[in-house]
């Protein structure tokens, strides 16, 4: 009596919890029920997952229509200074990889992913040119240092971590992580060592080169989201980087000997009259991908990597100008420092010139500003704060050089 009355008065929707006096209708299934309003529901969200596989569309990480590679790179302008060429190669390849998201599913012409390779000394922009375009396109973004890396079995970290890091950045949302971009720092670090005395493996080169082919190609990768040794009981994410963007940085020092090499000239020394210009200062310009092989990355990785393109070294006019023109300029970030003292915050010309000029001294790029307009500062952010009788600081040349020469910055010397 009582399993008839339960049934009788007391079902409920097993999705929305609506009682069966509130339903028009109650469908009973073998351990639940449903009403024709959780139906209704279920039949929209259907129809949206079916029309949304059918184009192949995705509306969420669509690029704007009128978005092109121009405005790409006009709005890298206002952040980095100069590279207009490297500028030019990543804003094409971003954007050939999100209009290739929003490609229509079948026929004999798929698009491939264009991943890329940046060349560049250090403190040159390659991180920051990463970081700048995945902000302006509003999508996940993550940076990972290839040097941590090591083949599965030995100490040190998973190629899986990489995308680790992107499923934190997205809460574990894996469909949004599938349409992230992914920046590897230090690649150059784990380029193949030649002439390798040790007879074990190079478990932190080109093992790891090799570890990181498919994921690089796309492929669905198990990842441990919380990182894979630490947490072995974890349940494993699968992700699938078809869609997720490489871009891959590094200094690869010493490659200009590899170039001059190949163009038959020296980085030192006299030239012959008879052979074709060259621009020893600048040979970066002429890299290719054989140059890359040389110097120890796998042709397997290389391919996976077609888009290659370097960043030339920074001379002291792009430095005065990343000191001053950027919106997110490095003066400016010390001038709004000082305005919440009240603190109007002036740099003299020659005080401008005087800290690229040691920036190039110190071979630093432009990570080299910071610490020396850390140097430059750091008494005046200690001793100024509170004081109710200064309005205005003027840093001139004489006050950058005193301050700098009590610095141990002055001990580097120009590599």
Same mark, same amino acid.
């Given at each position: 009596?009582? @399993?008839?009355?339960?049934?009788? /008065? +007391? ?41 949304? %596989? %059918? ?14 590679? &121009? ?23 971003? /954007? ?7 490609? =229509? ?18 403190? *040159? ?5 990463? !970081? #700048?375009?995945?902000?302006?396109? +509003? ?7 290839? *040097? ?16 680790? &890091?992107?499923? =934190? ?30 007879? *074990? ?12 082919? !498919? ?13 894979? &040794?630490?947490?072995?009981?974890? !349940? ?24 001059? &090499?190949?163009?038959? #000239? ?57 000191? *001053? ?21 002036? @740099? ?57 020469? %009590? ?5 580097? %010397?120009?590599?």
């Amino acid at each position: 009596m009582d @399993f008839n009355k339960r049934n009788k /008065y +007391n079902l409920r929707c097993s999705f929305c919890g609506r009682d069966k006096t509130e339903a028009k209708i109650l469908v009973a299934g073998i351990d639940a029920h449903i009403c024709e309003i959780c139906v209704e529901q279920a039949q929209e969200i259907i129809d949206e997952e079916l029309d949304r %596989k %059918k184009t192949g569309v995705s509306e969420e990480f669509a690029l704007p229509e009128k978005l092109n590679p &121009r405005d790409i790179k006009v709005h890298l302008d206002q952040y980095v200074i100069g590279q207009d060429e490297a500028k030019k190669f990543l804003s094409v390849a971003v /954007y050939n990889h999100y209009k290739r998201l929003g490609q =229509q599913i079948g026929g004999d012409v798929e698009i491939e992913k264009s991943n890329v390779l940046l060349v560049g000394r250090t403190g *040159t922009g390659k991180t920051l040119l990463a !970081k #700048t375009i995945a902000k302006h396109l +509003n999508v996940p973004f993550a940076i990972v240092d290839a *040097t941590v890396f090591t083949e599965a079995g030995y100490v040190g970290e998973d190629v899986e971590s990489i995308l680790s &890091r992107l499923l =934190q950045v997205c809460d574990y949302d894996v469909e949004m992580a599938e349409r992230g971009i992914v920046y590897i720092d230090e690649i150059d670090k784990i380029a193949r060592k030649q002439d390798n005395p040790s007879i *074990t493996r190079d478990v932190s080169g080109e093992g790891v080169q090799q570890a990181m082919l !498919k994921m690089l190609e796309g492929t669905e990768v198990h990842v441990p989201p919380q990182g894979g &040794r630490k947490h072995p009981e974890q !349940k494993l994410i699968k992700v699938d980087t078809s869609n997720i963007l490489f871009i891959c940085g590094g200094a690869f020092d010493g490659i200009e000997k590899i170039i001059a &090499r190949r163009v038959n #000239t020296q980085v030192i020394g006299f030239k012959n009259g008879e052979e074709e210009e060259v621009d020893r200062d600048h040979l970066l310009q002429y890299i290719t991908h054989k140059d890359i092989k040389s110097y120890g990355l796998i042709p397997e990785l290389i391919g996976r990597l077609p888009v290659l393109t370097y960043l030339e070294p920074l001379d002291e006019a792009t430095l005065k100008l990343i000191l *001053t023109e950027p919106k997110n300029a490095l003066l400016k970030q010390y001038d709004k420092l000082f305005q919440y003292e009240g603190i109007k915050l002036e @740099f003299t010309p020659e005080a401008i010139e005087f800290i690229a000029s040691k920036a190039i001294e110190f071979n630093l790029g432009a990570r080299g500003l910071r610490s020396i307009c850390e140097a430059i500062m750091t008494d005046a952010m200690f001793e100024l704060p509170g004081k109710t009788d200064v309005d205005k600081f003027v840093v001139d040349k004489a006050y950058a050089e005193a301050k700098l020469s %009590k610095s141990k910055l002055t001990q580097l %010397k120009a590599a």
